[in-house]
């Protein structure tokens, strides 16, 4: 599933989907301990749907991204203001000259 896609489920369905992709995961490994498994990446694409999926969940337990209400895909509530930081202090010549005479 697309992140947009798992962003319009209800978190009923999010965690229904969470415990099937966690089984689906478990019977892989058995597979793949058994030397019967085909698609060797499919554990890594369901570890990372699930991942999608835990962190939906906590976007909107944090209350970052709530579910709407007409079922398009929320904005962040808020974003931080990015400053440019300011370049390092140069040396002051007093520290330079001390530096030399060392």
Same mark, same amino acid.
């Given at each position: @599933?697309?992140?947009?896609?798992?962003?319009?489920?209800?978190?009923?369905?999010?965690?229904?989907?969470?415990?099937?992709?966690? !089984?689906? @995961? @478990?019977?892989?490994?058995?597979?793949?301990?058994?030397?019967? @498994?085909? #698609? +060797? !990446?499919?554990?890594?694409?369901?570890?990372?749907?699930?991942?999608?999926?835990?962190?939906?969940?906590?976007?909107?337990?944090?209350?970052?991204?709530?579910?709407?209400? #007409?079922?398009?895909?929320?904005?962040?509530?808020?974003? +931080? !203001?990015?400053?440019? +930081?300011?370049?390092?202090?140069? +040396?002051s010549a007093?520290?330079?000259?001390?530096?030399?005479?060392?």
């Amino acid at each position: @599933m697309k992140t947009h896609e798992i962003r319009e489920l209800t978190v009923e369905e999010l965690q229904s989907r969470s415990r099937e992709l966690k !089984s689906q @995961m @478990m019977h892989l490994r058995i597979q793949k301990a058994t030397g019967q @498994m085909e #698609n +060797k !990446s499919a554990i890594g694409h369901l570890k990372k749907e699930v991942a999608r999926i835990l962190t939906i969940l906590q976007e909107r337990h944090l209350g970052i991204r709530q579910i709407p209400a #007409n079922g398009a895909a929320a904005a962040p509530a808020e974003k +931080k !203001s990015t400053k440019a +930081k300011a370049p390092a202090a140069k +040396k002051s010549a007093a520290k330079k000259a001390a530096k030399k005479a060392e």
